[in-house]
């Protein structure tokens, strides 16, 4: 592996880095909160070590998919590392280890916290971990790609490695273009629900954090009780509605853009993914209803279609606490957190395009026993899909399970209970934020014990960069010439 050129890549991501840590500055400023200089400091930080890494190590050989590999998993590790600092250096959160729980959670759309206190943090803190959702829902990566031609190496390679999804989609012909597509559509929908959020009564700034959050799947919140907090069904219907467009593939949305619409629902994983969503908000209603816990429809509407889009998605956003519904409902839940978004949203979990070729896949199995000489493919929509693509999801389905299991079995090693371990591994492992027992949706992850913190970050950095890229880099053969 080309070591020059990878440490290179990583100063210059340390570079940007330490420019983003500017942008909470005003609003530090704006409410007096205190915390200007702890952004000072880290920026200055990640500037002194970026700035020897991207002048001395000068390689100018091409990036080949191990560095691809290597730069976004430690690239990753690097954001969570020196993105904690302004935690640590303002004093709000004293441990090393919960600061980069914190920021890994949130580059990574994770949306854990240890905070027990959220509206007891300075303003400026607020949005920055709003702000390390938005860097991170579309991917730090994809974002530097824009950089990447100054360094004198192309960026495929860190695309086909960080954006969500079986396969990555070019929506132009180079990769550069398609990074700045991607962030155009971003953008636009952030700014259009900031929009609405403050047409219902919210401020600018509880706005633009929510809307961060959003279109991330992230889930970090300006309130204690998420939001809840708000008490508005209009507030509910805008980020329900965003939360589910923010786990529909962006290159579809991409399409809408240019007039395109027919496309949009052309997408076979598009409408298995909302046929997910309408089956599991009638059965949560149902269930609901049966055990009186919602009577009117309206209300049952709401709480139910919210924490379903919130879970699938992966978001974490929460309107009600789901522990006290019914076991089947939780249980429905916890399903969907396994589903997560489409491919190429900024959703985690296995993704929808996975789920819908396994049970494909399983057909054509079964009807391969009935009909043995019969030739039948396994299609996505009306595209035969690759042998070499089905192996490829069935191997990553078998490793998603044995991480689960794994970590669930080393959290519940630390201490946990059993629901509290294995929630929040598939809280952690598909992103999504709140689980289940101690670890629900009006808890934290303050009490976990730090070797289950441990286990929890590596969760993150590992189904946000979807396994393969991360474990990949503990083979020894990926080391060697």
């Known amino acids: ?10 100063g210059a991501l340390l570079l940007f880095l330490g420019a983003t840590l500017f942008i909470p500055l005003p609003f530090s400023l704006y409410y007096a909160d205190g915390a200007w200089a702890s952004y000072v400091y880290s920026a200055f930080i990640c500037f002194a070590v970026g700035w020897p890494l991207f002048l001395t190590c000068n390689s100018k050989k091409d990036l080949s998919v191990r560095e691809g590999f290597a730069v976004v998993t430690f690239g990753w590790v690097v954001f969570a590392v020196f993105g904690a600092l302004p935690y640590l250096l303002s004093g709000a959160i004293l441990s090393p280890l919960d600061a980069i729980f914190e920021t890994m959670s949130g580059f990574t759309t994770t949306g854990s ?63 550069q273009d398609t990074a700045k597509m991607l962030w155009g559509v971003y953008v636009l929908l952030t700014a259009v629900e900031t929009l609405l959020l403050m047409l219902g009564g919210m401020t600018f700034f509880d706005a633009l954090c929510h809307s961060f959050a959003t279109l991330a799947t992230g889930g970090f919140s300006t309130r204690n009780a998420s939001v809840a907090a708000y008490n508005s069904s209009y507030i509910d219907g805008v980020i329900t509605l965003f939360m589910i467009l923010a786990g529909v593939n962006f290159a579809l949305h991409f399409q809408v853009l240019r007039g395109r619409v027919a496309d949009f629902f052309r997408s076979e994983e598009l ?6 969503i309408v089956v599991a908000t009638g059965i949560v209603m149902f269930f609901n209803w049966s ?56 959703g985690g979990g296995i993704k929808v395009a996975r789920i819908l070729l396994l049970f494909k896949h399983a ?17 996505l929509g009306n595209r035969p899909v690759d042998k070499e693509v089905l192996q490829a999801i069935l191997g990553f389905f078998a490793l998603f399970i044995g991480v689960f299991v794994i970590g669930s079995l080393l959290v519940a090693a630390s201490g946990m209970d059993l629901v509290s371990a294995s929630a929040s591994v598939i809280a952690c492992l598909a992103n999504i934020g709140p689980g289940l027992g101690s670890v629900g949706p009006v808890d934290n992850f303050a009490h976990v014990p730090a070797f289950g913190k441990w286990v929890l970050i590596l969760c993150m950095l590992m189904g946000r960069l979807e396994l393969f890229t991360v474990l990949v880099l503990f083979f020894p053969s990926f080391w060697r010439k």
């Open 1 to 10: 592996m080309n070591l020059i050129l990878t440490l290179r890549i990583l």
């Open 113 to 175: 916290t240890i905070l027990p206190e959220i509206e007891s943090m300075p303003q400026s803190l607020l949005f920055w971990r709003s702000l390390t959702h938005w860097l991170g829902g579309m991917g730090i990566i994809v974002l530097s790609l824009a950089i990447l031609p100054m360094l004198g190496v192309g960026g495929m390679q860190l695309f086909k490695a960080e954006v969500p999804g079986p396969t990555a989609d070019r929506l132009k012909p180079r990769i």
């Open 271 to 276: 409408r298995f993914y909302l046929g997910i």
């Open 291 to 346: 055990g009186s816990i919602y009577q009117g429809i309206g209300e049952n509407l709401r709480y139910s279609v919210f924490q379903v889009a919130s879970i699938i998605t992966t978001t974490g956003f929460g309107t009600a606490d789901f522990e006290l519904w019914p076991v089947v409902t939780q249980y429905v839940l916890v399903l969907l957190m396994f589903v997560g978004g489409c491919a190429g949203s900024t």
């Open 363 to 379: 057909h054509v199995q079964v009807f391969r026993l009935i009909h043995p000489r019969a030739i039948r493919l396994v299609k």
